[in-house]
């Protein structure tokens, strides 16, 4: 989640919108954000609800690593995800997929993950 709001200006540049998922609290979110100057959305998804209904759980409630890049029609144009839980894509890797999966009318991209 930090390196991803290093590159905040690109993703915004790009008319892409990062929002973070995590199964921890709002409380634990909010602190977190505040900590690491975070200027994106972070979602708490106490209970792993929307984890476990993905399909993304590793262990526990934990989800794997992994990005959805949603549209501006709402519908998921891409994903990418790791097996391992300790392995991550680069941010320059999601920068890269989501522009090449959600052309804005400016001619690089549109979305939100």
């Known amino acids: 989640m930090v390196q991803l709001q290093k590159k ?11 929002v973070g998922l995590s199964y921890d609290s709002v409380s634990k ?27 993304l759980e590793y262990q526990r409630g934990l989800p794997y690593p992994g990005t959805f890049i949603i549209g501006a029609d709402g519908l998921v144009k891409g994903r990418l995800f790791k097996e391992d839980f300790k392995k991550r894509h680069s941010v320059e890797e999601i920068l890269k997929m989501a522009i090449k999966v959600c052309p804005s009318k400016a001619g690089t991209a549109s979305s939100s993950k």
Do not use: M, R, V
Request: hydrophobic share 35%.
């Open 8 to 18: 905040q200006a690109e993703f915004s540049k790009n008319g892409l919108q990062l």
């Open 29 to 55: 979110l909010t602190t977190f954000a505040k900590s690491k100057k975070l200027s994106y959305p972070l979602l708490s998804d106490t209970g792993s609800k929307t984890i476990k209904a993905l399909d």
